[in-house]
Structures are given as C-alpha cells and as structure tokens.
C-alpha cells in the first residue's frame, strides 16, 4: 500500500518538531497492490485523518482541503536527514510503499517537499521550523526557533566541522553525526 508519512523530527534533522502521521495515496486496493498517481512539482494535499491524525492525502489544487503544494519531489531516502529540500520547504512528507496493510511503516519512495497554500510559512528563513536553513536561529541545545523569539544564536553556515566555521560564528554547536545530514555543525553567532 502506498502511503505519505509527514517527515518525523529527522526528516527535518535534529531542529524540528513538524511531528510524523501517515495517509493514504491514491487508487484502490486490488489484491495487495496499489497504483498511485505519480506526485509531480505543483501537486496538492490535504489533510487526511483516517490513517493518523497528521496524515495527508494528493488533492485538487482547487479543493478547499488542500493545505500544501509540492515545491519539489525528491527520491525518498532511507535516512530521512539526507533529504535538502529548496528553501521555503513547510512540509515534508515522505511516501512510502508498506507491505501488510500497515500504513504507519514502509519503504520511502518518494520525497515531498511541500509549501503551505496559506499565508503561515515556517519553512522561511528565521520563522521557527522546515528545514534548518542559513539565517534561521537555534537555541543552544540546536534546537529551532523562531528568530523574533530573541532567544537564539544566528545560523551562519551549515559544516561538517565546527573548524570549517566563519570567522564571525563565535558559537558554533557541534551536533554528533548522523547518517545522510550533510553537516554536523551549526555554526552560529548570538543573534
């Protein structure tokens, strides 16, 4: 069964809280298999509660349910911190093939990086959430948050080594390596 899995907290790297759900995607269940409408840079979602309550389903850009549009589609990757989605990403969701009718685990196929339709964009630079992107802020536990909050350090540059640091981040946060992020320090300055 083919599924959409909103990105847990390591879809977005250590610094995001966008939490995890799953929704059904397309066709009809005919014997254990599945065909699904292939997700293309424009295509639309929604809200879908039926399989969990963060969960999202392809729809009509015009459908009032319609929440986000695909920024971009990505292959969908094991590890889900090895997915860079463009800037402005609000949403990532990753679609995956499950085996057995569980609709909460399967393998990723695709990735979704998707913008909200409204007005309220996390993923922009400095807001609070999306990906962890050159001009947001952390806290010093490499936590995001939003930069008008006032309590956070400037992200500078996105390293492997907190030694590849500009000279002006005076606050670098090495965080312990995982598989598929490309960096693993944040190099930061006090905001």
Request: with cysteine; charged share 20%.
């Amino acid at each position: 069964m083919l599924t959409l899995v909103l990105g847990a907290t390591a879809a977005c790297g250590p610094l995001s809280d966008s939490g995890s759900g799953t929704s059904k995607r397309g066709g009809s269940s005919n014997g254990g298999s599945q065909e699904a409408r292939e997700w293309k840079v424009g295509d639309c979602a929604g809200p879908d509660t039926s399989q969990s309550k963060d969960g999202f389903q392809g729809l009509d850009c015009d459908d009032p349910k319609a929440t986000i549009k695909a920024l971009a589609v990505k292959d969908g990757e094991i590890f889900a911190g090895a997915v860079e989605c463009p800037a402005g990403t609000d949403e990532i969701i990753s679609v995956k093939v499950s085996f057995g009718g569980d609709a909460t685990a399967g393998l990723p196929s695709k990735t979704i990086c998707g913008r909200n339709l409204s007005g309220d964009h996390p993923g922009d630079a400095g807001a609070g959430g999306g990906q962890l992107v050159v001009g947001d802020c952390v806290d010093d536990q490499a936590k995001e948050v939003a930069c008008a909050s006032g309590g956070g350090n400037k992200v500078l540059a996105l390293t492997k080594t907190a030694e590849e640091c500009p000279a002006n981040a005076d606050n670098p946060i090495e965080l312990f390596p995982s598989p598929g992020r490309p960096y693993n320090a944040i190099c930061t300055s006090k905001a």
